[in-house]
């Protein structure tokens, strides 16, 4: 009788590659290389390396903003909706205690 093994790591590759293929991982790894880039940069600023540690930082800064913009821009949009609430709100409150303008 046969024993079934299964290979465990060979599975995960295959299912990985698949993934890949159908675009579903490609993003994600896009976005592992963009702060890979910018850890690197953080890295050789803190050992002495200027030049390099700051283009490395930028281009990864760059990168990873361009990969989180489906996400930065509807976060700066409700952080401008509750600052503006907040203001309409505070100067509300200061009218009625008789401070301000």
């Given amino acids: 009788m046969r024993s079934m093994k299964l290979n465990i790591p060979a599975i995960v590759l295959v299912v990985l590659g698949a993934l ?5 991982l490609g993003s994600f790894v896009g976005l592992l290389f963009a702060v890979a880039i910018f850890a690197l940069g953080y890295y050789a600023v803190k050992t002495g ?4 540690g700051w283009t490395l930082l930028i281009i990864g800064g760059c990168m ?3 990969k989180l913009s489906w996400l930065i821009g509807p976060l700066l ?8 609430i907040v ?7 200061n009218r009625r205690s008789g401070f301000g303008g």
């Fill in 87 to 93: 203001w309409i709100a505070g100067k509300r409150s």
């Fill in 64 to 66: 990873l903003m361009a």
């Fill in 20 to 24: 890949i293929l159908f675009g579903k």
């Fill in 49 to 52: 390396k200027k030049v390099l």
């Fill in 77 to 84: 949009g409700i952080a401008l909706i509750a600052a503006g």
